[in-house]
């Protein structure tokens, strides 16, 4: 190979490696005005195959016990009680010491996807409280992905619990999540005090 | 005195200083020991994946099957998924081509894992595994991020010049390390 092309491969590598170190810092990194203006730009650059993204720890920590229960209605009109899809798999996850299974992660991401919130959205709501333009599409993006955490779930549900109904098949699910704050940091030490519990039922949603 | 003194105790911390530096770069970009990290990272990457692939053995017609959560509803899948994302999953109609690629995938996983066939399991690993959790967005989590990501680079690195248990067959790309 002669030191020409060398030297230009050199180069291309290089550019190569800064413009993907350069993405990677724009989108996993906090808000910034290149971001804001080269967003689809970078992401489409980025992806699918390099997309990150950090949103484990933060803005939005869990920082609760979240838990969903399902109730099916089969297509003779009966209904079952509430079954808990939640617990059994937590007790499974703990008594596996090494690679458990993933299918908890269902369920938890699931639930994570009703609390999504796009961060770019959230920013520019912060400075313009009073638009109503802007509140239309966080209400938009909070109904998108509570119909995607529902969905996954009941789709999940109807797979997992398909036994449930004498002959077999499913006409409906509806869901209850159920969430516990944990007391707060000074009730550390009371190991009977329990945290505030919510819970909600959704409407039925039928299974295509 | 007291002068001369400080000059010989900053004398020997340069001197302390300087080999110990010397020793991290030969450790960081010498050539044995640049590739035998790199060829451990290499070997990791196919264990994790194998430890994904059999963890998953028992429910893998719930996570990844023709009628799986995500593969058996397009529609949820295009709610999870990023969009220009493909998987072989969402291609396979019959239970039994699933199966096939399933078991080839945990074997992939195997060859990389242990060195052997060099960057052509490297790369079945990568697709077998990318195909894997992109069926199942649901289940990925981010060390598999990073997982893809180091995949592609090592695909650029000589990580079968060690960490193999058959150098004969990891020959296919084999570098010789100076």
Known sequence: MSSKIKKLLIIATFLFMG??????????????????????????????????????????????????????????????????????LIDEARSTRFFGSRELRIISNGIGKRFERDELIQEISKNSKKDNAIHEIINNNRSINEDASEHLLSRYASLKLSNECSNGTIKATKLRFVIHAYPGWSDRKDWIKMGEITQWDTDWRYVS | MGHRLEICILNSIGKNLAAIFNNVEKYLFGPAYGVLGISFLRSIYGFTSLALLVSSYANRYLFVGPNSVFVGDEQLLSKFRV??????????????????????????????CLGIFGKLSLFLNYVSTWSFLMAAPALADGGDNFMFIAGIMLMFTRCYNRVTVAPSLARLVRVPVK
């Open chain 1, 19 to 88: 413009i993907y170190i350069f993405s990677s810092l724009i989108l996993t990194g906090p808000n910034n005005p290149i971001k804001v203006k080269w967003y689809s730009q970078i992401y489409n650059l980025m992806s699918p195959h390099f997309l990150q993204n950090w949103n484990l720890f933060a803005p939005d920590p869990v920082a609760d016990d979240r838990g969903v229960l399902v109730k099916l209605q089969c297509s003779d009109g009966s209904e079952t009680p509430y079954i808990d899809i939640t617990t059994p």
């Open chain 2, 83 to 112: 969009e220009e994302a493909w998987s072989f999953y969402s291609w396979m109609s019959s239970s039994l081509v699933f199966d096939l690629f399933y078991h080839a995938s945990m074997v992939f996983a195997l060859l990389t």
